[in-house]
T-cell receptor, first 110, second 112 residues
Framework: KNEVEQSPQNLTAQEGEFITINCSYSVGISALHWLQQHPGGGIVSLFMLSSGKKKHGRLIATINIQEKHSSLHITASHPRDSAVYICAVNSGGSNYKLTFGKGTLLTVNP | KAGVTQTPRYLIKTRGQQVTLSCSPISGHRSVSWYQQTPGQGLQFLFEYFSETQRNKGNFPGRFSGRQFSNSRSEMNVSTLELGDSALYLC???????????FGSGTRLTVV
């Protein structure tokens, strides 16, 4: 079983829909990251969370440490949101590495 | 402020050759980590350097190595290339290795 599980693997939505991507992890973490990767490979860090909730524009990320679960929400989705969204965690302590989920391919149709 | 710069962007090598990839972090960032991305395995951690010291290494064979210089620039080397080493290699820099990662655009390596 992977340390970081994402669902769904693929998601197709119509423009304007509310999107939710889920991430569950099985290890103790110091932080959880949501990343966005567009075709061509470049990765952009969207959020880093250790507790609670963060919002940036139409994107909202939440984390529940007790349940070891995080969600990324996109409100009023737009075709430019089409990308792969990746959840990654820093395991706590001196483990200076990221462990990644397999990613969620989001396609938003106009 | 300048982002994370990876060179070269694309590389084609023959099996058995070796390759060196470079990563220049954001000014002030002392941690550089390296990742391999393939369609089958996704993103996997290779190693992380902080102030010229390797602090963590992923589960890759010894053919994969790296180093970091005093100016925080980092290089990774893959020797005796195999077809399976074809991948996108990404580096990321951060201030301390745990927070606020900035990724480079990657080097796409093709081994033929």
């Amino acid at each position: 079983k992977n340390e970081v599980e994402q669902s769904p693997q693929n998601l197709t939505a119509q423009e304007g829909e509310f999107i939710t991507i889920n991430c569950s992890y099985s290890v103790g973490i110091s932080a959880l990251h949501w990343l966005q990767q567009h075709p061509g490979g470049g990765i952009v860090s969207l959020f880093m969370l250790s507790s609670g909730k963060k919002k940036h524009g139409r994107l909202i990320a939440t984390i529940n440490i007790q349940e070891k679960h995080s969600s990324l929400h996109i409100t009023a989705s737009h075709p430019r949101d089409s990308a792969v969204y990746i959840c990654a965690v820093n395991s706590g302590g001196s483990n200076y590495k990221l462990t990644f989920g397999k990613g969620t391919l989001l396609t938003v149709n106009p | 402020k300048a982002g994370v710069t990876q060179t070269p962007r694309y590389l084609i090598k023959t099996r058995g050759q070796q390759v060196t990839l470079s990563c220049s972090p954001i000014s002030g960032h002392r941690s550089v980590s390296w990742y391999q991305q393939t369609p089958g395995q996704g993103l996997q951690f290779l190693f992380e350097y902080f102030s010229e010291t390797q602090r963590n290494k992923g589960n890759f064979p010894g053919r994969f190595s790296g180093r970091q210089f005093s100016n925080s620039r980092s290089e990774m080397n893959v020797s005796t290339l195999e077809l399976g080493d074809s991948a996108l290699y990404l580096c990321a820099s951060s201030f301390n290795g745990q927070n606020g990662y900035t990724f480079g655009s990657g080097t796409r390596l093709t081994v033929v």
